[in-house]
């Protein structure tokens, strides 16, 4: 079973800034890695497939980075509704795995 | 427009059985994998199975493996998740999602496993 750890836990950014997310993975994983962001009473939203390519009408200020086993998300400059959680997400090989997600709050 | 519509949770006892469904609209369905996702209360997620287009391949999670079983229906559009010898730690909201990455979800059904 391939293990994702996300970090930090929680990331505190004021409106404007950059925001950057880190999840490493147990064992490579290729380029096979997702990125979802989860607001309160909704389902997840994927914004980034591939390492790094943008899931259809998601702004170009999220973007993601890595191979392997380190992968980078980033939010150019934080918008009001980008505050949430984000997961990381394997799908290299079954059983697939998500890590324990990043809660993004506003500093 | 793509729409994944979950039903079949409520609350059950433990050791109970209960069988989760996802209706399919908006895609051919017969092309996608799908998948199971669970979020128990105030925790994360946790992919619960898989299975291909023409079920040749299933997968399962160590968590739930010899108690759930996914199946899919291509010609109602329709995939299945049945639980047995359910557990409390199986309380959960499930959502129902397709492709490789996930690119599309439903709201998710609430399976409350309680005696």
């Known amino acids: 079973e391939i293990v994702m750890t996300q970090s930090p836990a929680t990331l505190s950014v004021l409106p404007g800034e950059r925001a950057t997310f880190s999840c490493r993975a147990s064992q490579s994983i290729s380029s096979n890695l997702a990125w979802y962001q989860q607001k309160p009473g909704q389902a997840p939203r994927l914004l980034i497939y591939?390492?790094?390519t943008r899931a259809t009408g998601i702004p170009a200020r999220f973007g993601g980075s890595g191979s392997g086993t380190e992968f980078t998300f980033t939010i150019s400059s934080l918008q009001s509704e980008d505050f949430a959680v984000y997961y990381c997400?394997?799908?290299?090989?079954?059983?697939?795995?998500f890590g324990q997600g990043t809660k993004l709050e506003i500093k | 427009e793509v729409q994944l519509v979950e039903s079949g949770g409520g609350l059950v006892q433990p050791g109970r059985s209960l069988r989760l469904s996802c209706a399919a609209s908006g895609f051919t369905f017969d092309d996608s994998a799908m998948h199971w996702v669970r979020q128990a209360p105030g925790k994360g997620l946790e992919w619960v199975s898989g299975i291909t287009r023409d079920s040749a391949n299933r997968g399962y999670a160590d968590s739930v493996k010899g108690r759930f079983t996914i199946s899919r229906d291509n010609t109602k559009n329709s995939l299945f998740l049945e639980m047995n010898s359910l557990r409390t730690e199986d309380t959960a909201l499930y959502f129902c999602?397709?492709?490789?990455?996930?690119?599309?979800w439903g709201q998710g059904t609430l399976v409350t496993v309680s005696s």
């Open positions: 997400h394997q799908y290299n090989r079954w059983p697939y795995s």
């Open positions: 591939g390492a790094s």
């Open positions: 999602t397709k492709g490789a990455w996930f690119d599309h």
